[in-house]
């Protein structure tokens, strides 16, 4: 006997060992850890090498600012007048698309939809990998101690990056979105076909379950859809790189993520995230001329005189708190209309006014008219008295979807002579009309007697040629 | 802690004794434990890094250099699961501790039968030893765990390259705390 072990020595032992990690397999995968658990060695292991490696990343990320903040700044200038460009290009750009934003959240508060609001974020740092091919986890330099759980959603100002799976006191553990084991609910951006992203081996992340028959282009975005609960519904996933007919009906699409998976430094971990309606407060529609004049130089408001000619005050109303339907007259317009432009939509003639704007500044993006506020603050509305409707069908009408009305509105004679037809023509420069701010005409919200809540919204009107 | 010389009637090298060595405690300690440290930390910022696998290559080397197949696997066993300590939440605690408990073992046997102090031999080991780790790795996901594995020949060819070039670098570096 002690022959044979002497001789087999090696052999024993190494089956031994073999034996035993194999047994100690075989318990793991008869009792898998639930989410939340961590192994005790797992735990003592992260927990006594995560602080070494923070403190290199640290120091190296000190010495890495410390060289771009002071050391780099090689073409800062230029590039800060590229980036001022960049910045008034951006305002205008924001200017259209926060009344689209506007728009929409007035139609989700209609629609009583909820959405789902990123309330909180930590930053945080990589600072380490698995580092092996067979996983693609993350970790990161913030734990338990600052308020960090499993299955936050961890994103960067690009894209998602993953969840949260593993919670440490100081750090913790990624499952980012290209990794194998990995599904985040998403939704494509233009044809709104829901999927679930997965990721490979090889870290390339594929959208499932998309069948076959549907059209999905390249190039198209790739956004989450909400249905995991724990991305917020919107965040950018990724863009479209190829489709592919696969196996099982579905196509095979391959997406490329919009993070920098492989490169990431700073990540933020969304620790808190609310659910509320849309926020349908000062919804009221603004056009997006005054969007624009806000961010325009202000333009000294002049006294306005009345029909006797005696000066009123800044600000004061003129030719407001007209009923919707009737006539809108003298209009109200942001003291600070400087000229601008407006309405190239149709419906000229036809204000559609999500929201029952008050009579006087009946107004829409979508609906304004083809006019141009005067230089001097006067505002042409779009159906302001005495405008004759280019090109609208539903001449005088006033739609508005938030009450779900359709208020007739006559054409009457404007009363202060602020005239500014609702046509493709300006509005007298020089403006003797009045000057009346926007904020002032919109105080008066409950002037819209004649809505009917039981009358649909009615879209806007479409163009047609005018007798 | 000096160096042995060890006669052995199976060895296939020109030289009738083999030189044993050893080490010293930190460096068994902390050598492995630099090796996972790199391991995990570099491929932050390197991409490619993780097709380099730094704690089969040490893996290997303490198992040439010393010679024997019971410590071979021993720290094969420990150093692998180490790294299966950080791989990741799905992964189960041995899947690495078994590739490198073999490695250990097979690579200490080998290491009694030729020379592994030159350069050739040394890539020609890490290579195929890299290979050999993978696909035991890939019979236990594979087979032990049912796991979802995809085998790519050209991947582990390349791997297995990259591994080899970047281990003569290496074993040079460790080279360095043998004890003789």
């Known amino acids: ?467 | 802690m000096s160096s042995r010389v060890m006669p052995y009637r199976g060895s296939l090298t020109s030289r009738e004794q083999v030189a044993v060595y050893d080490f010293s405690w930190p460096a068994i300690i902390f050598i492995p434990l630099a090796a996972l440290l790199i391991q995990i930390f570099i491929p932050v910022r390197v991409r490619y890094f993780p097709i380099i696998d730094l704690p089969l290559m040490v893996t290997i080397f303490f198992a040439v250099a010393r010679r024997n197949p019971v410590t071979g696997c021993l720290t094969g066993c420990v150093i692998g699961l180490m790294q299966d300590l950080f791989a990741g939440p799905n992964h189960p605690l041995g899947m690495y501790g078994i590739a490198l408990t073999c490695i250990g073992y097979l690579a200490s046997s080998l290491g009694l039968k030729i020379d592994v102090e030159n350069p050739g031999s040394r890539f020609l080991i890490t290579y195929i030893f890299f290979v050999l780790h993978q696909g035991i790795y890939y019979g236990v996901a594979h087979g032990l765990l049912r796991q979802t594995q995809v085998w790519s020949w050209s991947h582990v060819a390349i791997s297995a390259l990259a591994n080899a070039v970047i281990g003569l670098f290496v074993f040079a570096l460790l080279d360095r705390f043998k004890q003789r």
């Open chain 1, 1 to 467: 006997m002690d022959t044979f072990l002497g001789r087999y020595k090696n052999l024993i032992v190494l089956a031994a060992i073999l034996f035993a990690q194999i047994i100690g397999l075989a318990l793991q995968v008869r009792r898998p850890s639930q989410v939340g658990e961590t192994r005790l060695i797992r735990l003592w292991a992260i927990s006594a090498v995560t602080p070494v490696e923070a403190a290199v990343v640290h120091t190296q990320t000190w010495v890495h600012r410390v060289w771009t903040n002071y050391a780099y700044l090689r073409g800062v200038r230029r590039e800060n007048r590229e980036l001022r460009a960049e910045l008034e290009r951006m305002k205008i750009e924001d200017a259209r698309l926060s009344e689209d934003a506007r728009m929409a959240r007035r139609v989700q508060a209609l629609l009583e939809f909820k959405q789902q609001y990123v309330e909180n974020t930590v930053a945080a740092q990589v600072i380490g990998t698995s580092g092996s091919e067979q996983s693609r986890a993350l970790y990161l330099d913030k734990g338990s101690k600052d308020g960090i759980t499993t299955d936050m959603a961890v994103i960067t100002p690009t894209g998602i990056v993953g969840k949260i799976v593993q919670v440490y006191p100081t750090s913790s553990q990624v499952l980012p979105i290209n990794d194998q084991y990995s599904g985040v609910g998403v939704v494509l951006k233009d044809t709104r076909l829901q999927g679930i992203l997965k990721g490979a081996q090889n870290g390339a992340t594929t959208l499932q379950y998309i069948m076959s028959d549907e059209k999905v282009e390249p190039g198209e975005e790739v956004l989450t859809s909400g249905g995991d609960r724990i991305f917020p519904k919107g965040l950018p996933v990724g863009k479209v790189v190829s489709v592919e007919p696969g196996k099982d009906l579905f196509l095979n699409i391959r997406v490329v993520p919009s993070s920098r998976l492989d490169q990431l430094e700073e990540v933020l971990i969304v620790t808190k995230l609310t659910e509320k309606m849309p926020d349908a407060k000062d919804l009221a529609p603004i056009r997006a001329a005054d969007i624009l004049a806000e961010r325009l130089p202000t333009v000294p408001t002049k006294p306005v005189a009345d029909a006797r000619g005696n000066p009123k005050p800044a600000g004061a109303t003129v030719g407001t708190a007209a009923p919707v339907g009737s006539a809108a007259t003298g209009t109200g317009a942001h003291p600070s209309a400087t000229g601008t432009v407006s309405a190239n939509k149709p419906g000229a003639g036809t204000a559609t006014v999500p929201g029952a704007k008050p009579s006087g500044a009946v107004t829409s993006p979508r609906s304004t008219t083809g006019t141009i506020a005067g230089s001097n603050g006067a505002s042409t509305p779009a159906n302001a008295a005495g405008a004759k409707p280019l090109n609208s069908p539903g001449t005088g009408t006033t739609s508005s979807p938030k009450l779900k009305s359709t208020t007739p509105t006559t054409a009457a004679p404007p009363t202060n002579g602020a005239v500014s037809g609702a046509t493709d023509t300006q509005a007298p420069a020089n403006g003797d009309a009045s000057t009346t701010p926007a904020k002032k005409v919109q105080s008066a919200p409950e002037q819209t007697p004649s809505a009917n809540p039981d009358q649909p919204a009615r879209p806007p009107a479409t163009e047609q040629p005018q007798p």
